[in-house]
């Protein structure tokens, strides 16, 4: 099938490229002509696992191509996702401009029908206001072409994002209209072969089904970290809790796990923007305003140890970091944790020392020119000269390593960890100390 994806970012990439893969004929349309250059040349703008050679394949193929002509995409697809970012706007609220854009220059260029389908996450009634968008133009135009607007909302997870996408768990179709839902249907068959996976619903509620998946989940952390936190008080283990609660099949283990908050490019701006939208119809969302609240405490956890541990003063101490990114196996540094930790290290006259095994750059790009962080080749190299070590990120490289080596290269013999990740009685035995979230201990 003909298919063209506005936006070439973690979504609008990988949908690209999975659907490539299964044969559709997919054009890729962006506003950034770099991005796109790169990507004609074979270079990948994100880390993603196992993106880089799908893209290359379908791309040599001809499968999938790349380009800022937004007309030659609109003419292209019968099928036009819009996979462009929503970030949160001042208030929170989901800032818009980039999908109207995107359904405005649809509307300019479309000669005959159109699938629109929002892939992007968007408040509730985002349709519809799409679809006045377009009619809108047209009219301007005086061209009497038909369209429909679908809601096809994406979960994938950054760091799994082609796996997700060649077996989503479910696929969400927000639509009233029956050819629409044939023609989806159609183009994720080569998805849906196991079982039916495809959830059809109205538009308002698939549109709401993203932010609900998006705020249950950040629910689910910053319950836990609230209880890591009584934890930590009343001298219990989180980890002996959460293995206690998770045994309940009503609660499951999944996705339970205490930390030093949750980051990316979804839960802040999901959480936000539902707050925000519930606002709008006269309704106070009180359990995402505390989501929020706690995630917002919880990211300066590692900062208040630290400060607490060096007695407020941590003017020319080194910090050795490990982890970047917001979770493993991406360089998404988008609201991390780690990054609100060296913020306030900065602003309090410590270094930091630093080693992520893919958010380098991102970093380096963010923080061009911040002459107290230094980004190290190794998570070795990133403990020489340093005064403490602290985990912000669970990336697998760091869950078993050369502990009698950390101790001889720290100057003060303490780890701060944000993901649990080890057992605080095992690196006592190394003379370590050790502070987790929520392991009975405080400082
Ligand atoms: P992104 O920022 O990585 O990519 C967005 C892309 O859109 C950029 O390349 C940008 O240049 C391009 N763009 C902006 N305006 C454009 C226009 N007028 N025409 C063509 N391209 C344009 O964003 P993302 O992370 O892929 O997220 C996209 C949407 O999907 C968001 O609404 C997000 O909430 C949602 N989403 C993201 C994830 C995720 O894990 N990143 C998961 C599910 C849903």
């Known amino acids: 099938m003909k298919v063209t994806v506005f936006g070439i970012g973690y979504v609008g990439l990988v949908q690209a490229a999975v659907l490539a893969e299964v044969g559709h004929d997919v054009v890729c349309v962006d506003v950034d002509q770099n991005k796109v250059d790169n990507l004609e040349k074979g270079i990948i703008p994100i880390y993603e696992p196992g993106l880089t050679p799908l893209v290359k394949s379908n791309f040599e193929a001809g499968r999938v191509v790349f380009t800022t002509d937004a007309e030659k995409g609109v003419k292209h697809g019968d099928l036009v996702f819009i996979a462009v970012g929503t970030p949160p706007d001042e208030d929170g609220s989901a800032d818009l401009k980039y999908v109207l854009a995107v359904a405005q220059t649809i509307a ?36 009497s072409v038909s369209f429909d607007v679908v809601s096809n909302p994406e979960f994938l997870k950054e760091g799994a994002a082609v796996a997700d996408c060649m077996r989503p768990d479910r696929i969400i179709l927000g639509t009233s209209s029956e050819r629409s839902e044939k023609k989806l249907r159609e183009l994720y068959a080569p998805f849906n072969r196991n079982h039916d996976k495809i959830i059809v619903m109205d538009v308002r509620s698939a549109e ?53 908050g949750y980051g990316g490019s979804c839960f802040p701006k999901d959480v936000q923007a539902l707050v925000r939208s519930a ?38 101490k080194t910090i050795a970091l490990w982890g970047l990114s917001f979770k493993p196996n991406t360089d998404d540094m988008r609201e991390a944790s780690s990054r609100v930790l060296m913020e306030k ?52 490289a ?15 013999p303490v780890i701060f960890d944000g993901r649990n990740l080890f057992e605080p009685a095992l690196i006592s035995e190394y003379g370590l100390h050790y502070y987790g979230i929520g392991r009975g201990q405080s400082i």
């Open 108 to 143: 300019m260029h479309m000669q005959a029908h159109k699938i629109i389908i929002n892939k992007s996450t968007v408040p509730v009634g985002t349709a519809d206001r799409v679809t006045a968008k377009v009619t809108e133009v047209l009219a301007d135009l005086q061209k």
């Open 208 to 260: 709401l089904t993203k932010y609900a998946a998006n705020c249950m989940l950040a629910t689910k952390i910053s319950f836990m970290n609230e209880i890591a936190n009584l934890a930590e008080l009343f001298g219990a283990d989180v980890e002996n809790v959460r293995k206690g609660i998770g045994s309940d099949p009503r609660i499951g283990y999944q996705f339970i796990y205490p930390g030093c």
């Open 279 to 316: 606002k709008g119809v006269g309704y106070q969302a009180k359990v995402l305003e505390a989501v929020e609240a706690v995630n917002y405490r919880q990211k300066e956890k590692l900062f208040d140890y630290i400060m607490r541990y060096y007695k407020n003063d941590v003017a020319g």
């Open 345 to 396: 290290l900065w602003e309090q006259g410590a270094r930091v020392q630093a080693y992520d095994p893919e958010a380098m750059e991102e970093t380096q790009r963010i923080y061009a020119g911040q002459d107290r962080l230094s980004l190290m080749g190794t998570k070795e190299a990133a403990l020489n000269g340093a005064d403490c070590l602290v985990i912000c990120t669970e990336w697998q």
């Open 398 to 412: 760091f869950r078993a390593p050369d502990f009698e080596l950390i101790k001889s290269k720290i100057a003060d």
